[in-house]
């Protein structure tokens, strides 16, 4: 085994026994190199193998930071964040910072099958995990299939409660995409991550009874959460 | 409709148009503001929604410029690369920075069901998209499953091909976690991006006839490149 290995392995094990817990700054590379008798290339090459399978993540100028281990969100046809955060063993939780009702952009109406300038119901807001933000949303529901759903996000801890209580008790996921971004101010405020920060950026399309009924906008804290896809096999 | 909406639907039709190609920067919201006559918070406003969109993004210090339209690329069980390229009517390509052999990690060795220290065949390089990088990866395979890969994928256009070369005729992707990560300085340097610019990073692991046959990670320019998942309906 080469040496750059056995110091991944060493490090590894030392993050796993929680020397270095979520957040620690690891010590810098001279520190490391002298610790463990090689040159600071050798331990470089250590960490971004660490780097690589998520355990370390470096920001610009500030070093190398052990990561959180991320939720498993798993992405499926039925997507409903409070049922996947519980069957995580977690406490699913959500803030709505504004819903309001407005006339549909061309890229919302596109998205929804709409008219641009028909009405729309927008919901943004932050979800949290154990009480702490996750990811921000903002869902978009055509207004004349659910006019009631404002009131109904109001009073139900989850969409899908809000969504049944408006009569929508099934919808499925037909599509989603997924991109990456980095944190701007407001997002790394909302996040509390920092601005440059990755963020992970999936744009979800749902519909219901063959109409769209959500196109739902979500930036997750890329350092938090781990978006897993289990495939079926034939 | 509100002012930001129209400023944003304008704007939105001008990149539509290719007023601004993709990598321009936007003008400054000063001189937008004077153009639109109304004032920065609004510009500030309009172009927040575009980029949530993904149309726009934003560099820290060098300004708003106008995103490329990325590739979608499917994520399905028999995730292949080349064919994938070819069916959105670009040219697939590939260049190998590494051949080599080498002990498992315990974290690679986990993945693939082997003990830390058993062989494996490592390949990293640059997946490429009409001629332009893509996406960095590093793909492992237990080096006794296909002891002749390494001269395989010497030969071989794609991975698929040099697998099929060693007997390993029908792989199937069992799970794929996504996440983001920034590009240090040797990735971007690689992916022709900045460093800080967001990537996505995928981990898949494929198994063949019940044993493991590939670990695959793949750092993806965010920018070129967006993951898509259509759901199956039930």
Known sequence: MSLWQSISDQLRGEIARG??????R???EAELAARFGVNRHTVRHATRVLADEGLLYSRRGAGVFVAATPVDYPLSERVRFHRNIELSGKVPGRTIDAIMTRPAGDAEAEALGLEPGQPVHVAEGVSLVDFKPVALFRSIYPAALVPDLPAALRQHDSVTQALRACGVADY???VTRISARTADAVQAGKLQLEPGDPLLRTEG?????????ERALTWWAAERVTLTLPH???
Chains 1, 2 share one sequence.
């Open 19 to 24: 020397k270095w817990p979520p957040g620690t």
């Open 26 to 28: 690891l010590p810098p």
């Open 172 to 174: 499925q996921r037909l």
């Open 205 to 213: 399309l749902s519909q219901w009874q063959g109409q769209m009924v």
């Open 232 to 234: 079926q096999l034939s």
